[in-house]
T-cell receptor, first 113, second 115 residues
């Protein structure tokens, strides 16, 4: 099955700086890569996603890049704000694994005011 | 539409007892998923429904776990003879599905503590 690795596990940045979270996946057939934000006591919330036919996608301060050859994808948050503090999860889905999403282990982001 | 709703939010039980959780998905969503999340880990797939049919079940899922979605709307997840290792957050998600990808919408989860 698919294996998704995520780094770093914790990340602290000053308010206004950028944050980058990286994930790698093992199944070259994976074709959909969402990112989720999870705040304390809440379920994960989809913040951005990318499909394998696209190399980059941007939504305001959030962007995701995908390198299919290297099998890695990254989340970029610019101009970070304290409300960006949360745990972020990457995920991958491959047709070969049916409808299962495989999640990374999460990155705890702290934005220091 | 208020999103995916899960009840109860918290459940404390003694080892050996049975527990049941409920999930109400977003009304027009035909796909429903159950995931389990332990501290410091990402969600782990348990099972998946399309309408009322349970189409996939994790090989890691013990026979003590059973899920239903009787009318293709709400779903229940039952754990029989609970063990301390069952302590986790149980998340429900729903989606419309799609040919290439799908957007999962998660509920706030049910936190289970087995004493």
């Amino acid at each position: 099955g698919e294996n998704v690795e995520q780094h770093p596990s914790t990340l602290s940045v000053q308010e206004g700086d950028s944050a980058v979270i990286k994930c790698t996946y093992s199944d070259s057939a994976s074709n959909y890569f969402p990112w989720y934000k999870q705040e304390l006591g809440k379920g994960p919330q989809l913040i951005i996603d990318i499909r394998s036919n696209v190399g980059e996608k941007k939504d305001q301060r959030i962007a995701v890049t995908l390198n299919k050859t290297a099998k890695h994808f990254s989340l970029h948050i610019t101009e970070t704000q304290p409300e960006d503090s949360a745990v972020y999860f990457c995920a991958a889905k491959a047709p070969s694994t049916g409808n299962q999403f495989y999640f990374g282990t999460g990155t705890s982001l702290t934005v220091i005011p | 539409d208020t999103g995916v709703s899960q009840n109860p939010r918290h459940k404390i039980t003694k080892r050996g007892q049975n527990v049941t959780f409920r999930c109400d998905p977003i009304s027009e969503h035909n796909r429903l998923y159950w995931y389990r999340q332990t501290l410091g880990q990402g969600p782990e797939f348990l099972t998946y429904f399309q309408n009322e049919a349970q189409l996939e079940k994790s090989r890691l899922l013990s026979d003590r776990f059973s899920a239903e979605r009787p009318k293709g709307s709400f779903s229940t997840l039952e754990i029989q003879r609970t063990e301390q290792g069952d302590s986790a957050m149980y998340l429900c998600a729903s989606s419309l599905g799609g040919a290439f990808g799908e957007k999962l919408f998660f509920g706030s989860g049910t936190q289970l503590s087995v004493l």
